[in-house]
């Protein structure tokens, strides 16, 4: 773990270096380890004492956390804590996305012989559109619609009979009708 640490305004002893190493520990050992580098600043402001950590762990996560309060230890420590809370909520995902991960135990056997056994067969998913009017229109007004667009197909209501019809692209490129038996 490399740490940067900053005074802004405050000289940094090694007393106050020792503090803010011994808090980070605590956040290597939750993270096993996972935590890249450490910038804190520390700076004081009137009579407020304030503590700036950022926490660059792996996977690219950063961890920030601000505090001011009359003195240093409580500074720290409240920064720490706030980094902490951000930390367990990280480390929640990183676990979830472990358990939804295949093990090797829910898969099935391979064949005995060590040939690659056959996929299941797929059922068809039915995926829902969104749902449109079916206006009244002739046959050519539809043939029309249809070629003027990319669907493959437009259900609409025929003006002469006032039944659903539809129109829909062939593979070699005509148009095809469905019509409803009476």
């Known amino acids: 773990m490399r740490l940067e640490l900053t005074g802004r305004q ?3 002893t090694p007393v106050l270096r020792k503090k803010v190493e ?13 935590i890249v580098s450490v910038q804190a600043v520390l700076a004081h402001e009137k009579y407020m004492r304030r503590a700036e950590i950022t ?7 950063f961890l920030h956390g601000i505090s001011a309060s009359n003195d240093w230890e409580t500074s720290i420590n409240d920064c720490v804590e706030k980094i ?4 367990q909520k990280v480390k929640g ?6 358990r939804r991960a295949t093990s090797v135990r829910t898969l099935p056997p391979a ?9 299941p067969p797929r059922r068809p998913r039915l995926r829902r559109v969104p749902r449109y009017p079916v206006k ?3 046959v050519d007004e539809a ?3 249809v070629e003027g667009s990319d669907d493959a197909f437009l259900v609409f209501r025929n003006a002469a009979t006032d039944a659903i019809n539809v129109v829909y692209r062939r593979k070699d490129g005509n148009l095809g009708l469905i019509e409803p038996e009476d």
């Open 10 to 12: 405050v000289e940094i």
């Open 22 to 34: 011994k808090k980070l520990a605590k956040l290597d050992r939750l993270l096993k380890g996972g």
């Open 55 to 61: 926490v660059h762990t792996r996977g690219e996560q």
């Open 84 to 87: 902490v809370q951000q930390l």
């Open 93 to 98: 995902k990183w676990q979830e996305r472990k």
């Open 111 to 119: 064949p005995p012989d060590g040939s690659v056994a056959p996929e």
């Open 136 to 138: 009244p229109m002739s």
């Open 143 to 145: 043939a029309l619609a």
